[in-house]
């Protein structure tokens, strides 16, 4: 049997994540902000001062990656790190006032993207697609354990 790009799910949620991707890097670009920064802010939006740790697990991304953005993030003004008084080599990340003030910018970004790409959907598919989808990363979050 031959293999289908329009027909694989990992071929299909890898293009439309790229195209996810790229309708809000158009939205944030203006801003100065890049949307690898926007699963960070959006975990420090919901509950501000996490340590590094935390965020690795809740982002589920590597160390190093959320490292290199803290660090581009830190330089651009819109987190700070500071010791964190119950673990001498953690640090904990805070919002500065200047990613506090872009929060609802950044969130209405995210909507305009989601809208766009949800229009052609009806209510109920919408939510079968993210209901779908939830199941799916769940599965997969699994593989390899």
């Known amino acids: 049997m031959k293999f289908q790009k329009k027909n694989s ?30 699963p960070t802010l959006l975990a420090l939006y919901e509950q ?26 830190e330089r651009d003004g819109l987190v700070q790190r500071k010791p964190d008084p119950d673990d001498g080599r953690a640090r904990i990340v805070e919002l500065t006032d200047k990613s506090i003030a872009l ?17 052609a959907l ?7 697609f993210i209901a779908l989808a939830q199941r799916i990363i769940a599965t997969m979050k699994t593989d390899g354990e």
């Open 122 to 128: 009806s209510e109920d598919e919408r939510k079968t």
């Open 48 to 73: 501000d001062g996490q340590n590094q740790r935390e965020l690795v697990a809740q982002l589920d991304v590597e160390q190093a990656t959320l490292a290199n953005t803290l660090q581009r993030m």
């Open 9 to 38: 799910p990992g071929y299909i949620a890898n293009h439309m994540a790229r195209l996810f991707a790229a309708g809000l890097q158009r939205r944030l670009s203006p801003l100065g902000l890049s949307t690898g920064q926007f």
């Open 103 to 119: 929060k609802d910018t950044l969130i209405q970004a995210a909507r305009e993207t989601n809208q766009v790409a949800m229009s």
